[in-house]
């Protein structure tokens, strides 16, 4: 094995190596750690999980779906609008939608405080601490996952498949459920894939909803037991749990291969919607906009009024700014360590390109597809293990790299290490490997063709993946939970803190930085993935 072969290897290795450490609990598992999850939450806890995973599915698939077929296929008042601000939900980090529901539509809350004063007081209101609450708040937030794919799906069928179904007599309900949803549907199921991975790795949000899911559970035993073996053995479940999903999204593609002649064919042409129906289109778009976007962004804006005028809590002046800087300062510095790796990989694959390079890119940009839990149990473990071993050989005298800032980038790295990749990948694609040949054939290293071709030639790419990570950690919670340097707290979880403690208002101030946030990277997706030439 080559040198140039052994860097991405070796790199790779080492960022799966969390994971690794997660799945290696399978082949030593402790008997009376699963006997007593057996015998008192386990069972809760994969029953919850797979009734809100499924929930989730199924609700983003019909929500996103129905939007993007009604962006695609119809005129009505406001479409081009709503086209771009369907997709603001994914700005909006589940547990501050989750919070700001339980604000709003508890019984305190002044929905049902309302209720209760024109009604009566036995009036009745659905439970919003319950299961069904939870998957209502994680399909309005990751609904535009399915959304995105879809539109995009049904903006590259040509319009000669749906008018020849049209030409037979089916009705354009019919061409839509026998045609364009078939050929749409390894994208839709991309989508609800992704959506239903993101639930796995949420613990915040069911947490304040009262479901007790694997991943609330890691945490739960993690705090109230402080067993760190029984927490990342559960890890286990949810590491099989996501794999599981991600096979079930390969089974469900199918190997039918859905292709169209031509290039340039006709794209499908909207029709035009009048009457009660337009109003009905524009109506539910505005609806769901509303409920996943407006509501949480409103809210949050009178609570900071609010705050600011009487303020009841300490943490907006001075401690808050310390929340700021540090968030900035992990969220920079993570960013800037998966840019760089992801162009090392990138680069040496490309320089070199062979089955053990790409194998190795795509280990190392598995974390992605994982809970953050998972990660950040395996980090700590490795981490711990790695302490210890230093411990016992006289090299140190107490922890070095558990709770530490190395620690916590590194846990960052694996966990959103793909996301740059995948950027700094699509931008060395348009690179012709004809510029790195002569490069090659003129003497230059791989570390000058690095230097002097693909970074420069990637920098758009690097910027946008950067962007992209700095956003993601903000947002960050299960990883951060677990490996943070002692005292090191970020905006997301001082917003987690007040909000688990009902401090709704004091909570507004640091949520909204980092939705303000979340608004950069929807806005260069979207540029990114809006058709070309859509009317």
Known sequence: MSLRTLVP?????????????????????????????????????????????????????????SLAWLISAYYFPGRRLFAWLLVLPLAVPSYVLGFVFMATFDYAGPTQTALRAWFGPEVWFPEIRSLGGAIVVLSLVWYPYVYLLARAAFAEQAAAGLDTARALGLSRREAFTRVALPLARPALVAGATLAMLETLTDFATVRFFNVPTLSEGVFRIWEGMMDRAAATELATLLLLAALLLIVLERILRGHARFTQRGGTAPRLAPTPLRGWRAATATLACATVFAVAF??????????????SLLPTLPTAEGVGWRYIRTTVGLAGGAALLASLVALLLASSVRVEPGRIGRSATRLATLGYAVPGAVVGAGTLTLLAGLDHRLIESGVAGGLLLTGSLAGLLYGYLARFLAITYASVEASLDRVTPQLVESARVLGARPLRVLCRIHAPLVRSGLMVGAVLVFVDVMKEL??????????????????????????????????????????????LVMSGLEPRGTP
Do not use: H, K
Request: proline share 6%; with cysteine; net charge negative.
């Open 294 to 307: 407006g509501l949480p962004v409103v809210q949050l804006v009178v609570w900071v009024v609010r705050e």
């Open 9 to 65: 290897l070796s790199l790779a290795l080492l960022i799966v190596a969390p994971l690794l450490v997660v799945a290696a609990q399978l082949l030593t598992p402790s008997t009376e750690v699963w006997a007593l999850l057996w015998e008192t939450q386990l069972l809760g806890m994969l029953a919850s999980t797979a009734l809100l995973t499924a929930g989730v599915g199924i609700c983003t698939l019909l929500i996103g779906t």
């Open 478 to 523: 299960p990883v951060t939970l677990l490996l943070r340097p002692f005292g090191m707290d970020t905006l997301a979880i001082w917003t987690y803190m007040l909000a688990a403690e009902s401090f709704w208002q004091a909570a507004a101030i640091p949520a909204l930085i980092i939705v303000g946030a979340g608004v950069i990277p929807v806005a």
